[in-house]
């Protein structure tokens, strides 16, 4: 995020490439996350509290890398707002009573296995946290649990049971 330029910006959706597979994969494909609602608020935050115009398209969208002239000084910045916001959120975590080792990787676990349980089809998990192997995104998803497995063979024999009949 601390990349995101105005530029990114198109159609009312944010178009990006994920850092962490930016140089891994050969074919990048775009990332893309339309803008909410709760989105456009802290984006019109930053915009409000820094100042910034979206008229340069490239300025960031998010004030953390301005001071920054080099490649080197945004990775090291980068480095350690990641830090910084690591360290805040297991905070957060210890005083609202959730686990260990809650860390942003966690909510990006928890984006797929909620998109898994909407029963969201794979193939747009996948392509919205950037993976370009299936079975990366199958990593992410927990197995099903007894009544789901339960209802899900309910249905098998329901469906059977209408063709028995229609044969009949």
Known sequence: MCNFKY?????GEIYFIRQKTKSTIQDQKDIVVPILETIQRIIDKHEN???????????YLFPFLNDTNTEKER???????????NKKIKIIAKKIGLMDGISPYTAHHSYATILAKLRVPESFIAEQ???????????YFDSY???????FN???LKSNSEKTEADV
């Open 145 to 151: 649990t007894k009544e789901e497995r339960l209802g």
């Open 49 to 59: 509290k820094h100042g910034n115009e979206n008229t340069d398209k490239e300025k």
């Open 154 to 156: 309910i249905l098998l």
């Open 7 to 11: 530029k990114n910006i198109m159609h």
């Open 75 to 85: 990775f090291l910045k980068s480095q350690n707002l990641i830090r910084l916001t």
């Open 129 to 139: 946290l950037g993976h370009s192997k299936r079975t990366v995104t199958q990593n």
